[in-house]
């Protein structure tokens, strides 16, 4: 707390009766919304993140939405802050960078239908984006760009990873041969994603 204060402080940022007053001299305050139910994992650290912000005088508060309600405001640009799941890159780190680029933000209050709900605009990573997709993965570029790419990303904060969570997806071959394997990774085979159909059209008869 005491470093973000110092932060804060560094920018104009001034406090009243222990409370965080913004540079238009207000109170600062936040609501943080999540499309999980109280007792959801995002949820919970929602909490604890908010206990965070209140240490340091920010009035944080948090609200629970039906993911319809959610994911529309999230879309409109029409929420401060919120704690869900990003679901970013299955087997390229592109997958994930692309779907930020300025070409995909439009303003609060227009729908966004590209991605980047954030409203992210970095020409710096719209730049290494459009390098990495002239190029292939296995390209020696393209290495020293993914690092690029993961700088900009974390430095901008526009998305703030907290923790990752591991899936796993099992098959048998009693009846089926080419499934996925460790050995044999042709697809990220989740039967939630649309990846499944490269599963259903490879599998043979055993």
């Known amino acids: 707390p005491e470093a973000a204060k110092a932060l804060l402080t560094e920018i104009g940022y001034t406090w009243q009766n222990d409370k965080l007053i913004g540079l238009d001299g207000q109170p600062v305050k936040v609501e943080f919304g999540t499309p999980t139910g109280i007792q959801g994992m995002e949820y919970l650290m929602a909490q604890d993140w908010i206990e965070d912000l209140k240490a340091i005088g920010i009035d944080a508060t948090l609200q629970h939405y039906e993911q319809p309600v959610w994911f529309d405001k999230t879309a409109n640009g029409q929420f401060d802050a919120g704690v869900w799941w990003m679901c970013?890159?299955?087997?390229?780190?592109?997958?994930l960078?692309?779907?930020?680029?300025?070409?995909?933000?439009?303003?609060?209050?227009?729908?966004?239908v590209k991605g980047n709900d954030v409203r992210l605009k970095d020409p710096e990573l719209d730049d290494v984006v459009h390098?990495?997709?002239?190029?292939?993965?296995?390209?020696?570029?393209?290495?020293?760009?993914y690092q690029q790419a993961y700088d900009i990303f974390i430095r901008d904060?526009?998305?703030?990873?907290?923790?990752?969570?591991?899936?796993?997806?099992?098959?048998?071959?009693?009846?089926?041969?080419n499934a996925p394997t460790n050995q044999?990774?042709?697809?990220?085979?989740?039967?939630?994603?649309?990846?499944?159909?490269?599963v259903l059209t490879n599998v043979k008869p055993s």
């Open 88 to 95: 970013g890159a299955t087997v390229d780190p592109l997958e």
């Open 131 to 145: 390098k990495l997709m002239a190029i292939t993965p296995d390209d020696p570029a393209a290495d020293p760009l």
């Open 97 to 112: 960078y692309g779907g930020y680029t300025s070409d995909r933000a439009v303003a609060i209050g227009e729908r966004a």
């Open 184 to 198: 044999n990774l042709y697809t990220l085979p989740f039967n939630w994603w649309a990846q499944i159909l490269f």
């Open 157 to 177: 904060a526009a998305v703030v990873p907290l923790i990752q969570t591991y899936y796993t997806a099992y098959f048998s071959d009693a009846y089926w041969a």
